[in-house]
């Protein structure tokens, strides 16, 4: 598996929305349509400088988490990593409560390369969690096994776990 942060993300401001390219085991790329900026963020008097930036700290509650941004208004575009963002300034440290995921801008750079993006994308983000937590479960079920009676002990059970950015639903 790939860790999320491999994911290439293209916004669409004027339309609110976002497409992100995954890739499937077969190495093809999947992509999928999502909402962009759909989190409400409190912007704290908290202050604080990142490098050479000086930054104000946000929380907001999105999809079963609670996230931490330090964003700079020194670099008034609304962006962050994945679909976080909507900040009056770049977001350039994020973290969950719980800091299953820690993000820190190292650099910015252009890319030199043009990305293929089909146009009228269908799949949501919403369907492929439900895709992803239904692999899952195939795949923690895969990972049980039974004795023969061949050996003393042949039970054993492996635990997969999918760390999205996004909490999947029960």
Avoid at 46 to 58: F, G, M, R
């Amino acid at each position: 598996f790939e860790p999320d942060t491999n994911l290439v993300v293209f916004t669409d401001q004027s339309r609110g929305s976002m497409v992100v390219i995954d890739y499937g085991f077969d190495g093809k790329p999947i992509y999928i349509i999502d909402s962009l900026y759909p989190m409400e963020w409190q912007i704290s008097n908290d202050t604080k400088t990142i490098d050479s930036l000086s930054c104000i700290k946000a929380n907001c509650s999105f999809r079963g988490r609670n996230y931490e941004a330090w964003f700079s208004p020194d670099i008034s575009v609304p962006f962050g990593p994945w679909k976080m963002g909507g900040l009056p300034g770049l977001i350039v440290d994020l973290k969950d409560d719980r800091e299953n995921m820690l993000i820190r801008l190292t650099r910015i750079t252009r890319a030199d390369t043009r990305i293929y993006i089909p146009a009228n994308i269908t799949y949501t983000m919403a369907e492929h969690i439900r895709k992803m937590k239904e692999l899952m479960k195939k795949l923690q079920g895969n990972a049980r096994t039974s004795g023969s009676g061949d050996c003393i002990s042949c039970q054993s059970e492996s635990k997969y776990e999918f760390f999205a950015w996004e909490k999947i639903p029960d």
